[in-house]
């Protein structure tokens, strides 16, 4: 299911993903905005982070949100 969250991070609410914590197996991978509940915690992935479950059940999460745009003044020369 989905759940509405504030993520202030990410300019307010946005309709999150579910995932119980206990159903991850190694090998799983989902994208944020998502919820992952846990008896003891929760952990919350934001818009452009990636979450993988490595071979012994961590949650590895990563930003998929890199500046891979190339500096424009390099390319024209230094010139606008």
Same mark, same amino acid.
């Given at each position: 299911?989905?759940?509405?969250?504030?993520?202030?991070?990410?300019?307010?609410?946005?309709?999150?993903?579910?995932?119980?914590?206990?159903?991850? %197996?190694?090998?799983?991978?989902?994208? /944020?905005?998502? @919820?992952?509940?846990?008896? +003891? =915690?929760? $952990?919350?992935?934001?818009?452009?982070? %990636?979450?993988?479950?490595?071979?012994? /059940?961590?949650? @590895?999460?990563?930003?998929? +949100? =890199?500046? $891979?745009?190339?500096?424009?003044?390099? %390319?024209?020369?230094?010139?606008?």
């Amino acid at each position: 299911g989905t759940r509405q969250a504030w993520l202030p991070e990410a300019g307010g609410w946005h309709a999150c993903a579910l995932y119980k914590r206990d159903d991850l %197996q190694a090998g799983h991978a989902f994208t /944020g905005p998502a @919820i992952v509940e846990q008896m +003891d =915690t929760t $952990t919350v992935v934001l818009p452009g982070q %990636q979450v993988s479950v490595d071979p012994w /059940g961590n949650l @590895i999460i990563t930003d998929t +949100d =890199t500046d $891979t745009d190339t500096d424009t003044d390099a %390319q024209s020369g230094g010139q606008a």
